[in-house]
């Protein structure tokens, strides 16, 4: 099902939570809704699944207008960040729960529930756990019940709110592969809402890229990183170096990008668009080496400069093969020189 998104918009009293929002979800997509604490993503995804009402706006769903719907009438699957499993109820039980509530001539029979449970459960990795209760799950079998829980039900469009949000870093980790691949194999229209854009860029095919209620940028991952519509994308999306024109004229010139810059604009520098070298020994150093951080394959380098006023930013992130350092043979302190493969301009 495809999901489109016309002119919406929301307000709670005076605060402005969604400002004309136009949006379109291709069919079989996992879209992520992506944008800090604030900016209307869960209100965006709350609006689409029927359990909030916009003041102006259509929701489309595969081209039938659902605005007006009631949620039991969308064939929206949810997903809850703290997962909202019925405690009383065994794992078994808690996924079928959707089937057993349907009105008795759409309801299947218990055979037939009993077998579609057990082939989730299957789906899910977890069918030895269909006895036990959500307390003696660990949170990420948790999320996975209630992720096989809301497929029970055969939606066609399916909406995770910080699906991950509440699990620790390692669990979160896993759990990103495994949605990937599960949608692989669904092929179900998803979105789920992160602030994480680490998650957002690993998992998700399309991103929307949400500020102040307003979609700043919507598009593929490797778009929106490599081609930010604007300052803002660029800073959220990925880690960038921010050069202001004015202040860091004389060291851009240093570099040889001080003829491209303009007086109000800003330079975005990705860190991986940093190339370094060592200084020659004589010569007096300007930037030098502060700290590095190995992380396997890749090595992060802050670089800082060795006059106050030499218009240097505090601390310059660049990226580079984890080979590639060690060839350098660089120690904290050590005199470097710089050059920039790709640059960004932005008012």
């Known amino acids: 099902m495809s999901i489109s998104i016309a002119q919406l918009n929301k307000r709670f009293g005076a605060f402005n939570a969604l400002n004309n929002i136009n949006l379109d979800i291709p069919e079989g997509e996992l879209a992520a809704l992506l944008g800090p604490s604030g900016c209307g993503k869960t209100t965006l995804l709350r609006i689409i699944a029927g359990l909030e009402w916009p003041d102006s706006g259509r929701v489309i769903i595969n081209g039938e207008d659902k605005t007006q719907a009631h949620a039991s009438h969308r064939g929206i699957g949810f997903v809850f960040q703290h997962y909202a499993l019925f405690r009383h109820m065994t794992v078994f039980d808690n996924i079928a729960f959707g089937l057993r509530i349907k009105p008795r001539r ?3 029979a218990e055979s037939v ?7 989730l459960l299957e789906l899910v990795q977890l069918d030895w756990l269909h006895d036990h209760f959500p307390d003696q799950l660990s949170g990420g079998q948790r999320q996975r019940i209630a992720l096989a829980r809301a497929l029970a039900v055969e939606p066609s469009v399916l909406l995770l709110d910080e699906p991950f949000g509440a699990l620790d870093a390692s669990v979160r980790k896993d759990l990103r592969q495994w949605l990937r691949t599960l949608h692989r194999e669904l092929h179900v229209t998803s979105i789920f809402v992160t602030h994480d854009q680490e998650e957002a860029m690993e998992v998700a095919s399309r991103i ?9 940028q919507q598009g593929s991952p490797s778009e929106l990183y490599d081609q930010p519509a604007n300052a803002f994308v660029s800073q959220f999306i990925g880690q960038t170096n921010v050069l202001d024109s004015h202040n860091h004229q004389h060291w851009l010139q240093s570099i040889g ?6 007086p109000g604009l800003v330079a975005h520098v990705r860190p991986q668009h940093i190339t370094i070298e060592k200084t020659p020994t004589g010569l007096p150093p300007s930037i030098v080496l502060k700290d590095w951080q190995h992380l396997g394959a890749i090595t992060r380098v802050e670089l800082t400069g060795t006059k106050p ?4 930013p505090p601390v310059l992130h660049v990226e580079m093969p984890s080979e590639h350092f060690k060839q350098l043979q660089l120690f904290k ?4 020189n710089i050059s920039i493969k790709q640059v960004q301009w932005f008012n």
């Not at 990008?257 to 303009?262: I, M, S, T």
């Not at 006023?309 to 240097?312: A, I, M, N």
């Open 106 to 108: 759409q309801r299947p």
């Open 113 to 119: 529930i009993r077998t579609k449970v057990h082939t």
């Open 208 to 216: 929307v890229v949400l500020n102040k209620g307003k979609v700043e």
């Open 257 to 262: 990008l001080g003829d491209d810059a303009h």
């Open 309 to 312: 006023d030499d218009g240097l």
């Open 333 to 336: 302190g050590d005199a470097v």
